[in-house]
């Protein structure tokens, strides 16, 4: 038996609602949450678009890379913030699609952010780091530089008279 904290009226165990209408559900502890369903699809949601967004990026790392070992191309152009960009997304999107409870419980701002969170997002930026400077040194290996813009010079207008 417990009792209402609004009224105190001694309710059953199994009662879900007291009589004068206050929800007597048990509350999650704070150890073991009861995640919303709302707020598990949309951070499962969110990991499927980093997914898509990370093989994306590794589409376009990829493929330029391909072209410049096989010597098809006199030219390539890429951008080396696609190859930073992959390992992260793809780490992030594996995390929330397929872990998404223990990611949610990790994320909690409630609880505070776990330090694993802080250790695998530094991880995740050393290995994009990696990646990057493994993509450019492939690049150069085949002969391939990143193209130099010239900066566009604007001139002043002229005096009027």
């Not at 609004?6 to 009589?19: E, G, I, K, Y």
């Not at 330029?64 to 992260?88: C, D, M, N, T, V």
């Not at 530089?145 to 010079?153: A, D, L, Y």
């Amino acid at each position: 038996m417990r009792s209402c904290p609004r009224c105190s009226l001694v309710n059953p165990d199994t009662a879900l609602t007291c009589d004068c209408g206050y929800s007597l559900k048990v509350e999650a502890s704070a150890a073991n949450p009861v995640w919303p369903l709302e707020r598990i699809l949309r951070l499962r949601g969110t990991g499927v678009t980093a997914l898509i967004l990370g093989l994306a990026c590794l589409f376009l790392v990829l493929s330029p890379l391909r072209r410049a070992e096989s010597g098809a191309a006199k030219q390539i152009e890429y951008s080396s913030k696609f190859a930073a960009a992959a390992p992260a997304l793809l780490g992030y999107g594996i995390l929330l699609t397929f872990f998404t409870r223990r990611a949610a419980k990790a994320l909690d701002r409630r609880a505070g952010i776990k330090p694993i969170v802080w250790l695998g997002g530094i991880v995740l930026v050393l290995i994009s780091v990696a990646f990057m400077l493994f993509v450019e040194h492939k690049f150069r290996e085949y002969g391939y530089r990143r193209p130099h813009v010239e900066p566009i010079r604007v001139e002043p207008p002229p005096p009027p008279f």
